[in-house]
């Protein structure tokens, strides 16, 4: 049998093959060194890489199998745990105990029932299913001309002038047919036709599956940096902005991280487009201030610092940047503010006048407390204290300057 073949008979036949287990991702691709044939993750949060392999296990398909595992456990950030099985037809005794030496597990096919005749059979069937009916390929069509990958029941009772129940049915259907996929309750992607049988994956946009997650939001830290070109930094997170308290939500490889703010500091967001789809954004201005209110969800005091030197030297709004700092109904970011762009300054890095310097001392009231630079749960509480802005510095200057250095 063709790995291929099996690897989709596996995943479509979860529950049956691996009971208790969910399907994370195919062909995940790791350290850019090793694609995963199956990610699956147990009921009790453990991720489990499957490995299938054609014909016989030798000796030397034993070798590169252990790369692939000696891969896995150095992951950065580390997995806390994991599990490694090779999934294979047959296997010499020498080859199943090098592998079960290294902790690696090796299954048989045969061992959990499965055969060439019942693959090809699974396959033939899945194939007939994903024929399409003609109310199905109309709203396809339909879906593909509005250009935006965003399907829900309420935009498939206006098109087809169905009741409810009927376009939901419609949309599980196609999920099933791998047409759609699921993000949450009444809410899909649109899998492009073109992306054919055998790689009908969706278009990967962490914003355009964000937007559906909670209402309403805004994307906003390290995500919003990304967006205006303000970092290049890689972040694993997409950060949204809400007012309402939720739980950090994974869909495939993309973690979600919900930031409840207060409604004082709930605007400046903007909308925007991802793949045709709306969205909606911190504004430029709102993006910087956001950094300085909580840097590590930016990255860190020194992104921080890299980010206000970047969307200064860009041209954001300097007027709208005091008025959102005022508006902010936070002394420690118009502090942070004032000394970011001091030392910015004086470095010779951004070109502002003392007006700006002047004018973000005028909304810091008489008597404001000191304040940190950097979050005292990551750096402390030691360093000592800069004067005209009342921050003590538990972050040095060389830190808060080694991104700009560095670049």
């Excluded at 007006?355 to 749960?377: H, K, N, R």
């Amino acid at each position: 049998m063709r790995e291929a073949e099996v690897q989709r008979y596996v995943s479509e036949n979860m529950e049956n093959v691996f009971p208790g287990m969910s399907l994370i991702g195919t062909e995940e691709l790791l350290l850019e060194r090793y694609r995963a044939d199956l990610h699956l993750r147990d009921d009790e949060g453990v991720d489990v890489f499957i490995e299938i392999v054609s014909g016989k296990i030798t000796e030397r398909k034993a070798g590169q199998i252990l790369n692939y595992y000696s891969i896995l456990a150095n992951l950065d950030p580390p997995l806390k745990e994991f599990r490694f099985i090779v999934l294979g037809e047959d296997i010499s005794e020498n080859a199943e105990n090098i592998l079960e030496s290294f902790g690696v597990e090796v299954m048989l096919l045969r061992g959990l029932s499965i055969d060439e005749q019942k693959v090809r059979r699974h396959l033939r069937r899945k194939d007939l299913e994903n024929v399409l009916t003609a109310v199905e390929s109309d709203l396809l069509s339909h879906i593909k001309a509005c250009k935006c990958s965003l399907v829900d029941s309420k935009k498939v009772q206006d098109y087809l002038n169905i009741e409810a129940g009927y376009a939901s049915k419609i949309l599980e259907r196609l999920d099933q047919k791998g047409y759609l996929e699921r993000i949450i309750r009444g809410k899909y992607l649109f899998i492009p036709l073109e992306y054919g049988y055998e790689e009908r994956y969706p278009p990967m946009n962490s914003l355009v599956v964000g937007s559906v997650l909670t209402a309403p939001y805004y994307f906003g830290y390290q995500t919003a940096n990304n967006y205006h070109g303000f970092t290049s930094q890689f972040s694993p997170k997409t950060y949204v902005c809400t007012v309402k308290p939720r739980r950090s939500f994974r869909w495939r490889n993309t973690s979600y991280k919900f930031v409840t703010l207060v409604d004082d500091k709930f605007f400046g967001f903007t909308k925007a487009e991802a793949d045709g789809c709306e969205i909606y954004v911190a504004e430029p201005e709102k993006a910087v201030l956001d950094s300085l209110d909580k840097p590590d969800y930016c990255g860190g005091v020194s992104q921080a610092v890299y980010v206000v030197s970047n969307a200064l030297s860009s041209g954001v709004d300097g007027d709208k940047l005091l008025s959102y700092a005022g508006r902010m109904g936070s002394n420690s970011v118009l502090q942070r503010l004032g000394y970011v762009v001091e030392l910015l300054s004086g470095r010779g890095l951004i070109q502002v006048g003392e007006d700006f310097l002047d004018s973000i001392t005028g909304l810091i009231p008489e008597g404001a407390s000191y304040t940190y630079l950097g979050p005292v749960g990551t750096h402390g509480r030691k360093g000592p204290v800069e004067g005209r802005w009342k921050i003590i510095m538990n972050v040095d200057e060389a830190t808060a300057l080694s991104e700009l250095e560095v670049k």
